[in-house]
């Protein structure tokens, strides 16, 4: 009996090898090389500026006003996509000079808001995750 347990299981077992999954690789033109490195100094240069937007006192106390824990938005700042670094880091930037604090504090608290709603983060007691 344990040698036809034994037979069997290496039969199913050679069997089911065939369907093992390959991975394939492909070749990076020097464009591709060359782009990615211009991108990722930019993409740090504005993931350090964000930071610094957050560490201001004023922006830390429109945070704490809006009832927004600044460390907790900084780590979520942190954890942006180079991308969303960039576009916050150009929106900071376009804002009028000496005042449109409020809407870059806005569209950080509105972005904390949709990752609590889709479930990636928990910051606001008032959401209710969708997952």
Do not use: C, N
């Not at 299981?9 to 991975?23: N, Q």
């Not at 240069?45 to 009832?67: H, K, T």
């Not at 409020?102 to 997952?131: C, E, N, Q, Y």
């Amino acid at each position: 009996m344990l040698k036809r347990t034994a037979h069997l299981y290496l039969a199913l077992s050679i069997a089911l090898t065939g369907f093992a999954h390959s991975a394939s690789a492909a070749l990076i033109g020097a464009e591709d090389v060359a782009r990615a490195r211009a991108e990722q100094p930019a993409a740090q240069d504005a993931q350090a500026r964000v930071q610094e937007f957050l560490a201001r006192p004023d922006v830390q106390a429109e945070l704490v006003r809006q009832g927004v824990d600044p460390a907790l938005a900084a780590e979520r700042a942190a954890s942006l996509s180079p991308q969303e670094a960039q576009q916050l880091a150009l929106q900071m930037e376009s804002a009028p000079a000496g005042g449109d604090v409020l809407g870059a504090i806005l569209l950080v608290f509105f972005v904390l808001l949709v990752t609590d709603i889709l479930g990636f983060t928990k910051i606001f007691p008032f959401t209710r995750s969708v997952r």
